[in-house]
């Protein structure tokens, strides 16, 4: 079975600060991408960020980036000076790229950013 | 504004009877997926669908049915099978690159909230 973990169910960060969430996933597939959703309390999913396994280069966009460690399985999100809007569950997954290409979830961590 | 339409937003039915809830998108995507969250929970895969008249059973597909006549449209169906359907249902379509032969990220609908009493 091809699992994602995001073991911390709730993380907190004081305003302007920097936090990291964690991921592990579990596949033994070598092409995939992996993603992390941002779910703000409107419940849409909106697209943070991906990477693409074959690439060593990390993915960053503006205050978002990530530590991929592909032998270790590990996908951690860095969310650099926090905003307030950033306060949302965030999702780790990733998409095998064959003919099926469905996203796998892990089970969430709620960031709460504080003022 | 291209984007992915679900409707309606909030769905109240009766125990036993069947229920359709409505995705559409306008942005040429070719694939689309139907996705349950239930509270505290990530997202599980009911249904996806890659082309027209073509679609596959996610991880949890009793008690649901899908169509795909059209490239726009991927309605679900919650039956009477379904033990539990009250959660939330979200809708997501990808694009299909020719050049790199697989889909790109998901965008989402703003997702169904179903209460069944």
């Known amino acids: 079975a091809q699992t994602v973990t995001q073991s911390q169910p709730e993380m907190s960060v004081q305003e302007a600060e920097t936090v990291t969430l964690s991921c592990t996933y579990d596949t033994s597939e070598s092409d995939y991408y992996l993603f992390w959703y941002k779910q703000p309390p409107s419940r849409q999913m909106i697209l943070v960020i991906r990477q693409e396994a074959y690439k060593q280069q990390n993915a960053t966009e503006n205050r978002f980036s990530v530590n991929f460690q592909k032998a270790a399985k590990s996908f951690s999100l860095k969310i650099s000076d926090s905003q307030l809007g950033d306060a949302a569950m965030y999702f780790c997954a990733y998409r095998i790229n064959n003919a099926g290409n469905m996203l796998t979830f892990g089970g969430g961590t709620r960031l709460m950013v504080k003022p | 504004d291209g984007g992915i339409t679900q409707s309606p937003k909030y769905l109240f039915r009766k125990e036993g009877q069947n229920v359709t809830l409505s995705c559409e998108q306008n942005?040429?995507?070719?694939?689309m997926y139907w996705y349950r969250q239930d509270p505290g929970q990530g997202l599980r895969l009911i249904y996806y669908?890659?082309?027209?008249?073509?679609?596959q059973k996610g991880d949890i597909a009793e008690g649901y049915s899908v169509s795909r006549e059209k490239k726009e449209s991927f309605p679900l169906t919650v039956t009477s099978a379904q033990k539990n359907p009250t959660a939330f249902y979200l809708c997501?379509?990808?694009?299909?690159?020719?050049?790199?032969?697989?889909?790109?990220?998901?965008?989402f609908g703003q997702g169904t909230r179903l209460t069944v009493v």
């Open positions: 997501a379509s990808s694009r299909w690159d020719k050049v790199r032969s697989m889909n790109t990220e998901a965008f």
């Open positions: 669908s890659q082309i027209v008249n073509d679609f």
């Open positions: 942005l040429n995507h070719d694939a």
